[in-house]
């Protein structure tokens, strides 16, 4: 499965062809550096471990930097692995650049979504919140009754609550590449793409590709 991980710049938007402009997110996407191969032989599943943003020795334990020596890149501060198939080989040191994609192709996108801190049941799970009128003062943005009576005496497990909100990975699947642009190492990808600008993003190839329309 091929893939690569970025970081996200911004949204920007872009006029095609036919003159319809398309909103984008563009990334600054590698270059990545392959850091380790899994083998099925020596560890039981395939798969490759992926290097980003090169940083400085001292940002790193030293665990991590002799683990990046023996493959021989220089020190970087992001790692992710992926799962690739039989047919796909990678070496130790070999670069990734964002033409693996093409423009057109559907990718999944996984990031981590933007922080919201202990937020109420409104914001957090879009409650309506109590009456405006008929004398309420403190229900306004209150959840209501969160149980019932005697039976079962308790709070149902999964209940609608308060809480941090945010935080968590999210991936966006059958995300469009509307632009490829090597030189300056850059994807467009049509929409909204989870996480804060500058947060690290994992660009794959889409698990459930989109049928054409008439197709099953």
């Known amino acids: 499965m091929k893939g690569i991980l970025g970081k996200k710049v911004g949204m920007t938007q872009v ?116 009456p405006r009128t008929h004398g309420q003062s403190d229900r306004e943005r209150a959840p209501g009754a969160i149980g019932a009576c005697a039976a079962p005496g308790k709070i149902w497990k999964g209940k609608k609550m308060p809480g941090r909100m945010g935080g968590k990975k999210v991936t966006v699947s059958n995300v469009e590449v509307v632009v490829v642009d090597r030189e300056r190492n850059l994807l467009a990808l049509r929409g909204s793409v989870p996480g804060p600008k500058g947060g690290v993003v994992l660009i794959k190839v889409a698990r459930k590709q989109k049928v054409a329309k008439g197709g099953r």
Request: charged share 25%; proline share 6%.
């Open 15 to 130: 006029i095609q062809e036919d003159g319809l402009v398309v909103p984008v997110t563009v990334v600054e996407a590698g270059p990545c550096y392959v850091t380790q191969v899994r083998t099925l032989e020596r560890d039981g599943y395939r798969a490759v471990q992926l290097g980003f943003e090169p940083t400085k020795p001292k940002h790193l334990s030293q665990g991590q930097q002799g683990h990046l020596k023996r493959a021989a890149v220089p020190p970087l501060r992001h790692l992710r692995e992926l799962r690739i198939r039989e047919d796909e080989q990678y070496e130790l040191g070999q670069q990734v650049l964002v033409d693996i994609f093409q423009p057109g192709e559907c990718v999944d996108v996984e990031a981590r979504s933007k922080g919201r801190g202990f937020q109420g049941v409104v914001r957090r799970w879009g409650f309506a919140g109590g």
